[in-house]
């Protein structure tokens, strides 16, 4: 009788373990959210401020992959920070750094409610304290199901914005193979469109954060694809169109000193730049890298770096300027990325 039980218990522990896998491995994450300022905001225009914004996007890395920190998946041994003193430590240089940020518009990629990743901790209110007077649009792109809270994993993009969006839309897009025991991240782009003071036509944001692991980037180009047709439509519908986020694709020639092995620079691949329609424009930065590799925590000189975070511009937006923000990797395995535009 004892064996029998212990039998029945095994199994419907493995045929849970089972069902587990599969949600996981085939459901989508869940809905776009959006939340209203915290504080109020000063009386004024609900519209962005005239034909000039300033943006910014960053990959914040769920605050568990500052300096001190390497990847399982990049070839190092962590699947999270050694501690949550860690995780505070690079929040609070997150969220300084964002509550200092004068951007009509910002780009958050990796933003965690409380995750195995995050020890608990919950990234993405902290960062909507630190910009009380932001409308915030929150799209997950990794949200498990079943698994106890201490294990469980609920990424997102975050987008910013001193307006309330009139709308936002999702575009789906290819997903990666499925690889044994890993979660299957949701690909979307996350539309946002805002009214701008001076201009008829909206400005259509697209939040974007690409795979990394795909073979060959196949499936990024697959996704670069769908995106770049849906942008194209909704330039052709009239409006303008800014896309940013983390493209996962070498952008820029530039080099910065390292002596990373090459065994572990398999994902990088450079942007197909003949997939940008006639008239597009990119405002990626050269000044500083955007992104090190993740096989060892950082030592500068000893990492690989280059510029996987930027944006993809329709015709009728101009760039005045682009840049890197150099932060030396301090609180995420990224660097912020700002751009100057001006809407024709």
Known sequence: MILKSILLLVSLAALWILIVLL???????????LFAPRSPRPPGSTELPGV????????????????????LADGGSQTRPLSTDLVQKNLAGITERL??????????????????TTWSINV?????????????????DLDTWGLPSRFAVHNGLLTLSRDEPSSFELTELPREPYRALAFRKSYRVTWSSHRIEGVSNELWLGHVHLAAFDDDALVRRAQLKVLIEDARQRFEDGHHVLIGGDWNLRATEQTWPHT?????????????????????????????????????PFENGSNYRT????????????????EAIDLAFEFSDHNPVRVHAILR
């Open 52 to 71: 000039e914004l300033t943006l910014l996007t960053w990959n914040i890395g769920y605050a568990g992959m500052g300096r001190e920190s390497d990847f």
């Open 124 to 140: 993405r209110d902290a960062v909507l304290s630190a910009r009380p007077q932001d409308w915030a649009l929150f799209s997950p």
């Open 260 to 296: 990373t092995d090459q065994t572990h620079l398999f994902w990088v691949h450079d942007f197909p730049r003949e997939l940008v329609p006639d008239g597009w424009s990119l405002a990626f930065p050269d000044n500083h890298p955007t992104v090190r590799t993740a096989q060892a």
């Open 23 to 33: 949600v996981n491995r085939w459901s989508s994450a869940g809905s776009p959210a």
């Open 99 to 116: 509550a200092g940020c004068r951007a009509d518009l910002i780009l958050l990629q990796e933003v965690s409610l409380p995750s195995y």
């Open 307 to 322: 510029v996987i975070d930027g944006f993809l511009c329709s015709p009728n937006v101009d760039v005045r300027s682009v």
